[in-house]
């Protein structure tokens, strides 16, 4: 700890920099410097004086006694005849399975063979700040011939990913991301373990006319290819054995015009989804067919037992990427008249475990559009309590706060939205104002329908700067983000111009 000054004049200036149209030339997310901070008439919320600051630089892993796996991720890119250059992870998209056991100390070294910097996010894993990969929040981007270490333990098994938190709206599509998966200490009792990672098959066309032709819904919906296969992926499963699959939506979030997550039902078996965002449920019940909504940046893992048939289809409603495990034929039913899972009225209630209650504090974020600038461009601009980042307001929390988020969406354009909180798991606690009655449910990834309200909890024991953002990777990069900081945490890092770190 050490005491620093903080004078009313450079409050000022972020001030500016943070409320200017085109780019900002430098914005720093300093919970000291921004608190307060708001466009409108802000500046009255910045105090001048002395404050007790610790550096998101110290906020590292402490000696752990855990064993330690390394692993060495070389972003470079991969030219493919007749197609727009890819962005890989050691030459494949998706990159590498970084698969561990619980518990472990994982060291990942970031080697950027790219003509441009990066970073790289642990989604979902609760890392020490400095290790959580966000341009100008943790880190500098890591620029070209440069590499950095990552260090954090897995102290929960389940299903997550990284990816890139560099430009991400550019960096994720042409391919910089992968799976990540921590292992139970307990032997699995599954016979097969397969990872499917669903992301977009070709990088997206960019610019005006192509965002303009999504925003009418003139272009439905883009091609998805799962673990690099577009079409079918097929995957070896015999009758009788007990099969966990990972699904990972790794995709940009606009699949569909409205931003709606993918559909996906397993047909020839019932299912049982045993976790959701790495986190396990509690009786979880079997189902099927049923449609699992996926949304951006989510995770579900289910469980099937493969039948005497053999052969058991994952399709995603509408569009036309397969997943086929063992072969045979799979009768396929009237798609569209499948319900659709509900992860409020799934599994049963853990005796032991009430509902959070008692809340320290409680904020509303309340998501919406409006057409507009951001940055200098023309568009559909995300936005939180109206306002877009960095102007959107902050969540500070203090240590050992239960907190509780109350998420709205009202935008009149009807989109879904996907909102990620870094550094925390939450629990959910009602939809529409309705309390869960299965499972506890915890999750970073919260899927927010239009028009719904969403409840949820977290208690704040990971002090740093965390994003809170939208996982539809347009919304992120035009506004929809937010910061959850705690109190005289401060970065060295800036975001903008000057020093080339955006985040979105
Ligand atoms: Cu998966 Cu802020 O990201
Ligand atoms: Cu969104």
């Known amino acids: 700890m050490r005491i620093i000054t903080i004078t009313a004049g450079a409050a000022v200036a972020v001030l500016l920099a943070g409320c200017s149209s ?34 998101v630089e110290n906020l590292r892993l402490q000696s752990s006694t855990a064993s330690v796996k390394e692993f060495s991720l070389v972003a470079e890119v991969e030219k493919r005849p007749g197609l727009p ?14 698969r561990v056991q619980q518990g472990d100390h994982v060291h990942v070294t970031l080697i950027n063979h790219l003509p441009a910097a990066t970073t790289i996010h642990w989604h979902g894993i609760d890392v020490p700040n400095a290790a959580d990969g966000v341009a100008g929040v943790t880190q500098d981007a890591v620029k070209p011939g440069h590499s950095y270490t990552y260090d954090f333990l897995v102290p929960e098994p389940g299903t997550y990913w990284y990816h890139s938190h560099q430009d991400t709206s550019n960096q994720i599509p042409r391919g910089l991301f992968g799976p990540l998966v921590v292992e139970p200490k307990n032997a699995p009792y599954y016979d097969r373990d397969y990872t499917l990672v669903y992301h977009d098959a070709v990088p997206p066309a960019r610019g005006f006319f192509p965002t303009i032709a999504r925003i009418l819904g003139a272009v439905d919906r883009r091609s998805v290819a799962v673990n690099g296969t577009p079409g079918d992926l097929r995957l070896s499963a015999n009758a009788g054995e007990l099969v966990r699959l990972r699904l990972i939506n790794a995709t940009a979030g606009e699949t569909r015009a409205d931003a709606a997550p993918l559909h996906i039902v397993a047909l020839g078996a019932p299912y049982r989804v045993v976790a959701l965002d790495g986190h396990d449920l509690n009786g979880p019940q079997l189902i099927g067919p049923e449609v699992l909504p996926l949304g951006a940046g989510q995770r579900y893992d289910i469980e099937l037992r493969m039948p005497a048939a053999g ?7 509408g569009l036309e990427e397969t997943v086929t495990l063992g072969s045979g034929i799979v009768r396929i039913p009237d798609l569209s008249k499948l319900s659709v899972f509900d992860l409020t009225r799934y599994g049963v209630p853990r005796a032991q475990a009430p509902a959070p209650a008692g809340f320290d504090a409680d904020y509303t ?43 709205t969406n009202r ?59 939208c996982h539809v990777l347009l919304h992120a990069a035009t506004g929809m983000d937010m910061m959850v900081s705690y109190p005289g945490i401060v970065t060295p890092y800036s975001v903008g111009r000057v020093s080339g770190n955006v985040p979105e």
């Open 22 to 55: 085109r780019r900002p030339d430098s914005v720093n997310m300093s919970s000291v410097i921004t608190y307060g901070l708001q466009c409108a008439g802000g500046g009255a919320g910045v105090a001048a004086g002395s404050v007790t600051a610790e550096s």
């Open 85 to 98: 250059d890819a962005w890989t992870f050691n030459g494949i998209v998706p990159g590498p399975e970084i």
């Open 411 to 469: 935008g009149r354009t009807e989109e879904f939205h996907t909102m990620h909180l870094h550094g925390h798991v939450f629990t959910v606690l009602a939809r529409n104002g309705v309390p869960l009655s299965g499972s506890p449910v915890r999750l970073d990834t919260l899927l927010v329908a239009p028009k719904e309200t969403w409840d949820v909890a977290f208690r704040a024991d990971n002090p740093g700067l965390w994003m809170l953002h």
């Open 365 to 407: 974020v309340d998501l919406g559009s409006r057409p507009g600038f951001h940055f200098g461009k023309f568009g559909l601009v995300h936005t939180i309590d109206g306002k877009d980042f960095p102007g959107t307001p902050m969540i500070l929390v203090r240590p050992g706060q239960l907190v509780k988020l109350h998420f």
């Open 311 to 317: 052969v058991v289809r994952l399709v995603d409603v």
